[in-house]
């Protein structure tokens, strides 16, 4: 099906994860170790509680470190973006 409309993956095609950036977080060892856990830290206060990202994660591609989201698709075929 795919081969009749051209879209066939040919050897040397890469798939690969863009980067949706977040703020950096600057938190103390034991604020990250709660949120680790799942738990937000009882000291912050609600607008710090606004603030904060506690879903982003660090990840490194080339060398690089990132701090956000990875913008990639499970079991799609994309030709343009």
């Given at each position: 099906?795919?081969?009749?409309?051209?879209?066939?993956?040919?050897?040397?095609?890469?798939?690969?994860a863009?980067?949706?950036?977040?703020p950096?977080?600057?938190?103390?060892?034991?604020?990250?170790?709660?949120?680790?856990?799942?738990?937000t830290?009882?000291?912050?206060?609600?607008?710090?509680?606004?603030q904060?990202?506690?879903?982003?994660?660090?990840?490194?591609?080339?060398?690089?470190?990132?701090?956000?989201?990875?913008?990639?698709?499970?079991?799609?075929?994309?030709?343009?973006?």
């Open positions: 099906m795919l081969v009749g409309e051209g879209l066939l993956a040919h050897k040397g095609q890469i798939v690969d863009s980067f949706v950036k977040s950096k977080q600057h938190n103390h060892r034991k604020e990250n170790k709660e949120i680790k856990s799942g738990k830290p009882e000291e912050w206060s609600t607008s710090k509680k606004h904060k990202d506690t879903d982003a994660r660090w990840t490194m591609k080339a060398s690089e470190r990132h701090f956000g989201y990875k913008n990639h698709l499970k079991s799609k075929l994309i030709t343009n973006y």
